[in-house]
């Protein structure tokens, strides 16, 4: 992925009384900024689920997100990318599903109790 970057951060459920919000980088950063920022926040990122990385190369439409699901989407033309993420582990998939933990049934009146569900 060429450089520079832009780098963005979106938490998406804050703690206390704070807001969601999205912080982008001020400028581009070079790749020793960009690994520097990633590496100095790399506990917090892997270990707390509340927000998505977005990393955007400011050239090409390259584009990778690591999700609050520990899943990278990466997009753009980055063919180095297949040969990288294979020697440190993670399995490329071309579709991604996550189950849902609230039965949902589409009658009326399971849509009402799942409202109010949803609501509380």
Same mark, same amino acid.
């Given at each position: 992925m060429p450089e520079p970057f832009w780098i963005l951060y979106e938490l998406k459920v @804050?703690?206390?009384k704070g807001e969601p919000g999205r912080y982008q980088s001020a400028e581009p950063l070079n790749r020793r900024e960009a690994e520097a920022f990633l590496r100095r926040f790399e506990a917090f990122?892997? #270990? $707390?689920?509340?927000? $998505?990385?977005?990393?955007?190369a400011t050239t090409t439409s390259d584009l990778l997100v690591y999700d609050n699901h520990n899943v990278i989407y990466a997009y753009g033309?980055? @063919?180095e990318l297949d040969g990288l993420l294979s020697q440190r582990g993670p399995t490329? =998939? #071309?579709? =991604?599903s996550f189950q849902c933990r609230i039965p949902i049934n589409t009658t009326? #009146?399971?849509?009402?109790s799942s409202k109010k569900f949803l609501s509380t």
């Amino acid at each position: 992925m060429p450089e520079p970057f832009w780098i963005l951060y979106e938490l998406k459920v @804050p703690r206390g009384k704070g807001e969601p919000g999205r912080y982008q980088s001020a400028e581009p950063l070079n790749r020793r900024e960009a690994e520097a920022f990633l590496r100095r926040f790399e506990a917090f990122f892997e #270990n $707390d689920g509340r927000h $998505d990385i977005w990393i955007a190369a400011t050239t090409t439409s390259d584009l990778l997100v690591y999700d609050n699901h520990n899943v990278i989407y990466a997009y753009g033309q980055m @063919p180095e990318l297949d040969g990288l993420l294979s020697q440190r582990g993670p399995t490329k =998939v #071309n579709r =991604v599903s996550f189950q849902c933990r609230i039965p949902i049934n589409t009658t009326k #009146n399971s849509m009402e109790s799942s409202k109010k569900f949803l609501s509380t």
